[in-house]
């Protein structure tokens, strides 16, 4: 009822090409590795040891591997997708559909006869992807929109007279509506004007690097570096900069606008690919869609404080159903979890053995094993018929499962 995973690596161009290979313990092969999917996306789904597709396992017997509660409210697939993510270099300023714009925007591409892998779809599947980042290393991001308050102080701290007009409607709109006309009239301006705004904009954070936000003009310098003339370089400028040091969190609901910058993080979403780009990309944009789909309410950043529970995980709770996620530290003294529901173990440090005890009741598997050691970067499925789990060891692992109990 144990089964150890081997999981896809997506070399995505912006990815480390050291992090996931030390995690895993191999060398590197030189080329970047963005990300290690752990979990049944059709896109890239994990295999179990010796039992084929994690995919195929779920599809063939869903109430037996979800169990019917998981099955009957959340649909016969595994509800969550792990990740671990490893960034050298800035990705895309991006957000993600609620689950009724995935529906509508899957079935109309479909209905147009776009391919499910071609370059300018924007929805791979018709789900929602709220997520949940959780820094290993030191993890760099800008995420959601920034107080306008403190956004009009920056714009207007610049000096750049080509900003003036959009302070102006902040003042004006402080509020959802007057952040959405901004973002509007920056990704759609005309591309000489654009560029020339975007060009003053990083001249002036260069001119200003310290003081009150200092740090979000020098990422926004930097990324107009790597992006000459791209509009995202002006909607970060709008964003919450935030820094994670390692296991602080950070919750990205459907329709807030992120980038993640550089960093190591274990990131669990509900199981999509569905992403809406907004610049700092060479990668498709599709920016009415995006407008359409993004969440222009502004705050501080949804930073998540774990809790910590009965049997001493540190659990990461945020209002989805999909997915939950938790850290367990080991020393001498073993932990034992709840079953009775789908969930990803992820060795991060030393070693963790893994042992589970059937319920016998449908779903539970022959070909399974009953114990598994974990090393460092590794991961292993359990089913919904482990209903109880002990884990033994020195070291930790995250514990990804659904949001159910």
Known sequence: MIYRLTNAIR??????TTAIPELLGVPPTGAPQAELWMGAHPSAPSTLDGAGSLLDRVKADPD?????????ELGPKLPFLLKVLAAAEPLSIQAHPTLAQARRGFAA??????????????????NHKPELVCA???????????????????????GVPALTPYVESLRAEPGPAGLHRVVTAILTAPTEPRSALVDAVAA????????????????VAALAGRYPG?????????????????GEAMFIPPGSPHAYLSGTAVEIMASSDN?????????????????????????????????????????YRVPVREFRLSRIELTD???VVDGGQPQILLCVEGSVEVSAVSDGVVGARSDAACSVLLARGESAYLPASAQKVTLAGSGALFRATTNMT
């Open 230 to 246: 791209d509009p995202g370089v002006v909607i970060a400028l709008l964003l919450n900069y935030v820094v994670l040091a390692p």
């Open 64 to 72: 037996g591997e979800l169990g019917a509660p998981v099955a009957a």
């Open 136 to 158: 290993l290393t030191p993890f760099r991001a800008f995420g959601g929109f920034r107080p306008v308050a403190g956004t009009v102080r920056l714009l207007a701290g610049l």
């Open 333 to 335: 003294i073993p932990s």
């Open 275 to 315: 992403v809406l780009r907004g610049g700092l990309t060479g990668k498709h944009v599709d920016v009415p869609e995006l407008l359409r789909v993004l969440d222009c309410s502004d705050g501080p950043p949804s930073l998540v404080t774990p809790y910590r529970a009965p049997c001493g995980e540190l659990v």
């Open 204 to 219: 002036a954070c260069r001119a200003h690097p310290d003081g009150e936000l200092g740090a979000a003009r020098r990422e």
């Open 109 to 126: 591409e479909n209905a147009r006869g776009v391919p499910i892998d071609a370059p300018d779809r924007n929805y791979r599947d018709p």
């Open 11 to 16: 070399p995505y161009q912006w990815g480390s």
